[in-house]
């Protein structure tokens, strides 16, 4: 059974700063693995899709890397800002179905 | 464009009470999922449309939900004699095809508060 992990499960840091989110799964026979974004009492916001077979997407700030062979992704948000407040969640389709992380809540501080 | 539409967006009832939540999904989306998410929790899968055709329903709790897509566009979920543990967001989502590489596209999902 899939099993997807995301640490910290919370995280405050200073405007400005660069920082990384990991996600981790215990099963490697993925399709692709999609990052999202929810704010409070709303729905989800895909930010990066990373099929496979790839190694990295990128969306402005953002840059998100998958080692499949490992089970590892990394969310990487460059310069923060208050906006990018939020829970990010980190999601992997396998067999049957996409299997979420319970997510990190981020806080950026002005 | 229109994106993935849910209705309510709350909905409270009184435990017993059976509800029925509306997924519209993206227009010629051919794949739909409904996901419980609890307070604090990732969404978890409940079950899975292919056009009309329920492909996969391993993720609903118990015999109280059900889903239809009868006409392979909007969907509904309905919760009989709702129980406290029921109350969670619910969330659907579309997909244009049915291979597993695309994009899943969320709605805002509904609240149900089960009093």
């Known amino acids: 059974k899939q099993e997807v992990t995301q640490i910290p499960a919370a995280l405050s840091v200073p405007e400005g700063e660069n920082l990384v989110l990991n996600c981790s799964f215990t099963?490697?026979?993925?399709?692709?693995l999609q990052w999202f974004r929810q704010d409070p009492g709303k729905g989800l916001t895909s930010l990066l899709l990373i099929q496979s077979s790839q190694r990295e997407q990128t969306s402005g700030r953002l840059n998100a890397s998958l080692d499949k062979s490992s089970g590892r992704s990394t969310l990487y948000i460059a310069a923060s800002q208050p906006g990018d407040s939020a829970t990010y969640l980190c999601?992997?389709?396998?067999?049957?179905?996409?299997?979420f992380g319970q997510g990190t809540r981020l806080t950026i501080n002005p | 464009g229109a994106g993935v539409s849910q209705s309510p967006r709350y909905k409270v009832a009184k435990r017993g009470q059976d509800v029925a939540l509306r997924c519209d999904p993206i227009s010629g989306h051919v794949s739909l999922f409904w996901y419980q998410q609890a307070l604090g929790q990732g969404p978890e899968f409940l079950t899975y449309?292919?056009?009309?055709?329920?492909?996969?329903k391993s993720g609903l709790p118990s015999d109280r939900f059900f889903a239809e897509r009868p006409e392979g566009s909007v969907s509904t979920l309905k919760i009989q004699r709702t129980q406290q543990e029921d109350s969670a967001v619910y969330l659907c989502?579309?997909?244009?095809?049915?291979?597993?590489?695309?994009?899943?596209?969320f709605g805002p999902g509904t609240r149900l508060t089960v009093l």
């Open positions: 449309f292919q056009n009309e055709a329920q492909l996969d």
């Open positions: 099963d490697s026979a993925i399709y692709n």
């Open positions: 999601a992997v389709w396998g067999a049957q179905k996409l299997v």
């Open positions: 989502a579309s997909r244009p095809d049915r291979f597993r590489g695309s994009e899943q596209f």
